[in-house]
């Protein structure tokens, strides 16, 4: 019975651990990071997370994530994935869940969507 209280413990930790609908990746590289016209940062990794919330449109950017870099969490998130990218490094992002919406001005209306970063890890 002890057992199967750790373990169910443990199973509400991570069910909490990782917001509902939050994609990860681990042990990728950072292949692109473009910045905005307003302060957010995009971000492109070597294989993108299997299951997408933040579904696009077919011929949207290739990036996956964003961040407001003009944050406190933003400049460490900037700072880490740029030197993750300078040094040839993987790591791991974890996603909010939350999606930014950018729609393209017509004739060409298309929407792209990125899901934001909640943490960063070089590994």
Not at 94 to 119: A, H, L
């Amino acid at each position: 019975m002890n057992r199967m209280r750790k373990l169910l413990v443990a199973m509400l930790v991570l069910a909490i651990a990782v917001p509902a609908g939050a994609t990860s990746v681990t042990g990728v590289k950072v292949t692109r990071l473009r910045r905005g016209t307003s302060n957010d940062v995009f971000v492109q990794v070597s294989v993108p997370p299997g299951t997408l919330d933040c579904l696009s449109s077919p011929i949207a950017a290739q990036e996956v994530y964003v961040f407001d870099g003009e944050t406190s969490n933003g400049r460490i998130l900037d700072a880490l994935l740029l030197a993750a990218y300078s040094a040839n490094k993987t790591v791991d992002i974890v996603g909010t869940g939350t999606c930014r919406t950018f729609t393209t001005p017509p004739p060409f209306t298309f929407t792209t969507r990125f899901e934001f970063i909640d943490s960063a890890v070089i590994r």
